[in-house]
């Protein structure tokens, strides 16, 4: 471990604050490091390894068609792009769909749909797109102006302009951002996942998508993380009652393997035309068949566990020693703690159980797949040091 250490140290770029454990393997919900020590899994990579590790039907999909062919260019058809974009339409009521290979590229897609859309219907002039402060849409130039969080944009200065930022919740400021920009999307998070696991209030989704109806501009929902059975529906916006132009996910969807998606609706599906767009890993049929694999295993039953065992940690948090409130839906998880939440988790980790922090809370996200009992162990371990450090 120390020497891996000292080599990341010195080859890998220095983005990453990592805790000093190596993964090794794992199986489901349950991690190692190298020396056979074990730990449950409670984040999933980020909320990415929806079916937990080394999933075997996943892993099946997956080696199947690596035996087939792992890459092709987007010049010619392969089935299993084709196949997932129909499983994603079918399952969304939406039209068409665009594979990126992250969630900051599906968000980029999502934002010149929105402006060739808006481009071609009012005039050029119509590019501004407002998010949400607090808001967290990817890494690179364009998807940092629209994160709504001021830390990350010093020192990268220029950004893409065109980005207004409303305050999460208030619909009279986001009709006044309206009706003085000349806008050609709104693009939020249902539950605003690195600003703290807080979900949008329901009137003012409700109310947002009105706005884009009346104003005709693209109602963009940023489901990287809410996506893919996360809140116990198959997209976070299926639990508002609203239907987005675009849906932009990436995260859970590939099960572990980098596939973004801007899931096209009605209004949006044929705006990109021949050019407009590209990548050439988007739609790659290994991550494609990971990707379906995943997918066509989230019926009803399966969405209504997850929703079953999200309700189970609340009850099981919510007033608990140490723990001052507990937000999000499904299994996306926010606890608000009276300890510090970064040492909460090195304590976790410690007792071998895998968090992750959002902001200042403590955050699970762990596989939707993940057994009860081990849930139940995880999760009573949280809780015992969320007591412990109060
Ligand atoms: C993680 C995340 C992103 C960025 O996804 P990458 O795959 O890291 O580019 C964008 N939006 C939300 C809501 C996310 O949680």
Redesign the pocket.
């Known amino acids: 471990m120390s020497s891996l250490k000292e080599q990341d140290k010195a080859y890998v770029a220095g983005t990453y604050a990592r805790f000093p454990v190596e993964i090794h393997s794992g199986k489901g919900s349950i991690v190692k490091d190298e020396t056979g020590k074990e730990y449950i899994d409670m984040g999933s990579g980020?909320?990415v390894t929806a079916f937990g590790i080394a999933d075997d039907a996943w892993q099946q999909a997956v080696v199947q068609q690596l035996g087939k062919v792992q890459h092709m260019s987007n010049l010619y058809y392969t089935s299993p792009c084709a196949e997932l974009a129909q499983l994603l339409c079918q399952r969304t009521g939406m039209k068409k769909v665009f594979f990126a290979?992250?969630?900051?590229?599906?968000?980029e897609c999502a934002i010149k749909v929105a402006r060739k859309y808006a481009a071609q219907k009012k005039g050029p002039e119509y590019s501004t797109i407002i998010t949400l402060k607090n808001?967290?849409?990817?890494?690179?130039l364009t998807?940092l102006a629209a994160?709504g969080q001021e830390h990350y944009h010093e020192l990268f200065q220029p950004l893409t302009p065109g980005f207004v930022h409303c305050e999460a919740g208030d619909l009279a400021g986001l009709e006044a951002l309206v009706k003085e920009y000349k806008v050609a999307g709104l693009l939020m998070?249902v539950i605003?996942?690195?600003g703290g696991v807080i979900a949008l209030d329901p009137d003012f989704v409700k109310g947002a998508a009105k706005l884009a109806q009346e104003y005709d501009f693209l109602l963009m929902v940023?489901?990287?993380?809410?996506g893919n059975g996360r809140t116990g529906k198959l997209y976070g916006y299926m639990n508002y009652g609203i239907q987005p132009d675009v849906v932009?996910t990436?995260?859970g969807l590939g099960g572990g393997l980098?596939i973004?998606a801007a899931i096209l609706g009605e209004k949006a599906q044929d705006v990109l035309g021949f050019g407009d767009h590209g990548s050439t890993y988007g739609g790659n049929p290994v991550c494609c068949a990971g990707a379906i694999s995943v997918l066509s295993r989230m019926d009803d039953a399966f969405l209504a566990e997850v929703e079953a065992k999200g309700k189970w940690i609340f009850e099981t948090l919510k007033g608990a020693k140490g723990i001052l409130s507990v937000s999000g839906m499904g299994l996306m998880v926010g606890i608000e703690t009276v300890g510090n939440a970064g040492e909460i988790v090195r304590e976790c980790l410690n007792k071998g159980v895998l968090c992750l922090t959002a902001k200042t809370k403590v955050r699970l996200l762990p596989a939707l797949n993940i057994p009860m009992d081990v849930l139940k162990k995880a999760v009573e371990m949280v809780k015992e040091v969320c007591a412990a450090k109060a």
């Open positions: 980020i909320g290979n992250s969630g900051a590229e599906a968000n808001s967290f849409h990817g890494r690179t998807t994160t998070e605003q996942g690195e940023d489901e990287v993380q809410t932009t990436a995260k980098p973004g």
